[in-house]
Every structure is written in structure tokens, then in C-alpha cells.
């Protein structure tokens, strides 16, 4: 497993207080993201999905956010998704 950081200057405060709510969800441990007393989120995710997140700019991640946030899929799904379609 890797991890990736969302840091909090790059969402915006919207978007930051739903990562909050999906990351209190369910009991510690069990839901991503988790919330960093910073303000940044982590992601436990796998070594290729770090990979291809690392190599996205910064709005791109912003796209990749807002689809979670919003939608009712998981994080990797989409970054998944989004993999298959480069």
C-alpha cells in the first residue's frame, strides 16, 4: 500500500468539509479519507494508482476529487477509470 496527501490549499472549502464528513463516516480505520489535524486528507491506496496521481497536475487531482466527493463511487474507482481512459 502507498499514500497520497490531499493538502488542504488545493480544495476548496467545500469540497474540505465533505472530504470531513466522508472521512468521519464510519468508525476509525474504515473509511477513507482520513483527516489530518493540518487540514490535508490522506488516502491508503495502491502503488500504480500513486503512481499514475503523481504524475497528474494539480487540476486534474482537483477533477479527480470533485468526482468523489460528489459521486457515490470510491476514490480508486475513479482513479481506475480514469487510468483507462489514458
Do not use: H
Amino acid at each position: 500500500m502507498a499514500e497520497i496527501i490531499i493538502k488542504k490549499r488545493i480544495v476548496t472549502a467545500r469540497i474540505a468539509e465533505k472530504l470531513k464528513n466522508i472521512a468521519v463516516c464510519v468508525p476509525e480505520g474504515s473509511c477513507l479519507p482520513v483527516a489530518l489535524e493540518n487540514g490535508d486528507f490522506t488516502f491508503d491506496i495502491t502503488e500504480d494508482i500513486k503512481t499514475y496521481w503523481d504524475s497528474l497536475n494539480e487540476s486534474q487531482q482537483k477533477s479527480i476529487i470533485r468526482r468523489y466527493v460528489e459521486g457515490n463511487r470510491g476514490f480508486e474507482d475513479i482513479i481506475k477509470e480514469e487510468m483507462n481512459e489514458v
